[in-house]
Protein backbone atom coordinates (compact mmCIF):
# COMPACT_ATOMS: atom_id res chain seq x y z
CA UNK A 1 0.00 0.00 0.00
CA UNK A 2 2.77 2.49 0.43
CA UNK A 3 3.80 2.27 -2.81
CA UNK A 4 0.92 2.38 -4.51
CA UNK A 5 0.46 5.68 -2.19
CA UNK A 6 3.78 6.88 -3.21
CA UNK A 7 3.27 6.36 -7.27
CA UNK A 8 -0.48 8.09 -6.51
CA UNK A 9 1.64 11.32 -5.32
CA UNK A 10 3.87 11.10 -8.05
CA UNK A 11 1.23 10.84 -10.42
CA UNK A 12 -0.52 13.69 -9.33
CA UNK A 13 2.93 15.80 -9.13
CA UNK A 14 3.62 15.12 -12.63
CA UNK A 15 0.86 16.25 -13.51
CA UNK A 16 0.87 18.93 -11.50
CA UNK A 17 4.19 19.97 -13.20
CA UNK A 18 3.42 19.21 -16.79
CA UNK A 19 0.20 21.55 -16.71
CA UNK A 20 2.54 24.40 -14.51
CA UNK A 21 4.81 23.71 -17.62
CA UNK A 22 7.66 22.99 -16.04
CA UNK A 23 7.89 19.78 -18.21
CA UNK A 24 6.54 18.83 -21.76
CA UNK A 25 3.96 16.84 -22.68
CA UNK A 26 4.23 12.58 -22.71
CA UNK A 27 2.89 12.55 -26.53
CA UNK A 28 3.03 15.76 -28.26
CA UNK A 29 6.54 17.06 -26.41
CA UNK A 30 4.88 20.64 -26.38
CA UNK A 31 4.99 22.64 -23.12
CA UNK A 32 1.17 23.11 -21.54
CA UNK A 33 0.59 25.74 -19.08
CA UNK A 34 -3.11 25.59 -17.52
CA UNK A 35 -2.61 26.76 -14.20
CA UNK A 36 -6.42 26.74 -13.09
CA UNK A 37 -5.65 22.61 -13.91
CA UNK A 38 -2.66 22.25 -11.87
CA UNK A 39 -3.78 23.80 -9.00
CA UNK A 40 -6.21 21.30 -9.04
CA UNK A 41 -4.06 18.44 -8.90
CA UNK A 42 -2.20 20.68 -6.17
CA UNK A 43 -5.67 21.25 -4.43
CA UNK A 44 -5.86 17.37 -4.32
CA UNK A 45 -2.59 16.59 -2.38
CA UNK A 46 -3.00 19.23 0.13
CA UNK A 47 -6.56 17.18 0.46
CA UNK A 48 -4.47 14.44 0.72
CA UNK A 49 -2.17 16.01 3.35
CA UNK A 50 -5.21 17.14 5.23
CA UNK A 51 -6.83 13.67 5.32
CA UNK A 52 -4.26 11.82 5.92
CA UNK A 53 -2.66 13.42 9.15
CA UNK A 54 -1.24 11.11 11.67
CA UNK A 55 -1.99 8.47 9.23
CA UNK A 56 1.09 7.85 7.26
CA UNK A 57 4.41 6.72 7.97
CA UNK A 58 7.50 9.16 7.70
CA UNK A 59 8.62 7.87 4.38
CA UNK A 60 5.24 9.14 3.17
CA UNK A 61 4.46 11.98 4.63
CA UNK A 62 8.01 13.36 3.93
CA UNK A 63 7.45 12.47 -0.03
CA UNK A 64 4.07 14.60 0.53
CA UNK A 65 5.47 17.55 2.31
CA UNK A 66 8.24 17.29 -0.60
CA UNK A 67 5.99 16.82 -3.30
CA UNK A 68 3.74 20.54 -2.31
CA UNK A 69 6.18 22.25 -1.34
CA UNK A 70 8.11 21.65 -5.14
CA UNK A 71 5.04 21.99 -6.65
CA UNK A 72 4.03 25.34 -4.62
CA UNK A 73 6.93 26.82 -5.59
CA UNK A 74 6.54 25.85 -9.11
CA UNK A 75 2.75 27.43 -8.98
CA UNK A 76 4.36 30.22 -7.74
CA UNK A 77 7.06 30.81 -10.30
CA UNK A 78 4.50 29.97 -12.90
CA UNK A 79 2.20 32.50 -11.27
CA UNK A 80 4.75 34.93 -11.67
CA UNK A 81 5.83 34.57 -15.27
CA UNK A 82 2.70 33.62 -17.30
CA UNK A 83 0.48 36.34 -16.56
CA UNK A 84 2.74 39.82 -17.42
CA UNK A 85 2.14 38.36 -21.06
CA UNK A 86 -1.74 38.19 -20.90
CA UNK A 87 -1.99 41.15 -19.11
CA UNK A 88 -0.16 43.29 -21.11
CA UNK A 89 -2.06 42.04 -24.26
CA UNK A 90 -5.54 42.81 -23.18
CA UNK A 91 -4.29 46.63 -22.02
CA UNK A 92 -2.55 47.05 -25.41
CA UNK A 93 -5.80 45.97 -27.39
CA UNK A 94 -7.75 48.33 -25.28
CA UNK A 95 -5.33 51.18 -25.53
CA UNK A 96 -5.53 51.40 -29.17
CA UNK A 97 -9.59 50.96 -29.08
CA UNK A 98 -9.60 54.23 -26.93
CA UNK A 99 -7.01 56.32 -28.41
CA UNK A 100 -3.45 55.22 -29.65
CA UNK A 101 -1.78 58.65 -29.24
CA UNK A 102 -3.55 59.69 -25.96
CA UNK A 103 -3.01 56.30 -23.95
CA UNK A 104 0.34 55.86 -24.43
CA UNK A 105 0.92 59.81 -22.46
CA UNK A 106 -1.77 58.95 -20.20
CA UNK A 107 -0.61 55.15 -19.47
CA UNK A 108 -0.56 55.88 -15.60
CA UNK A 109 -3.74 57.64 -15.96
CA UNK A 110 -5.44 55.07 -17.86
CA UNK A 111 -4.01 51.81 -15.63
CA UNK A 112 -5.31 53.45 -12.03
CA UNK A 113 -8.73 53.88 -14.30
CA UNK A 114 -8.70 49.80 -15.33
CA UNK A 115 -7.17 48.49 -11.84
CA UNK A 116 -10.14 49.45 -9.78
CA UNK A 117 -12.10 46.92 -11.94
CA UNK A 118 -9.61 44.40 -11.44
CA UNK A 119 -8.16 45.36 -8.04
CA UNK A 120 -12.05 45.69 -6.03
CA UNK A 121 -11.40 43.62 -3.90
CA UNK A 122 -8.09 44.98 -2.87
CA UNK A 123 -10.28 48.22 -2.10
CA UNK A 124 -11.77 46.30 0.87
CA UNK A 125 -8.55 46.00 2.84
CA UNK A 126 -7.65 49.60 2.21
CA UNK A 127 -8.03 52.81 4.11
CA UNK A 128 -8.40 56.51 2.76
CA UNK A 129 -8.07 59.44 4.97
Do not use: W
Request: contains cysteine.
Amino acid sequence: MSALFAHMVMQQSSMAMMLLGKTAHPETGQVVCDLEAAKFFIDQLEMLEFKTKGNLNQEEAALLKQSLMSLRMAFVESVDSAPAPPQSRPEQGSAPAGATPSAEPNNPATAPSASPSEDEPRKKFTKKY
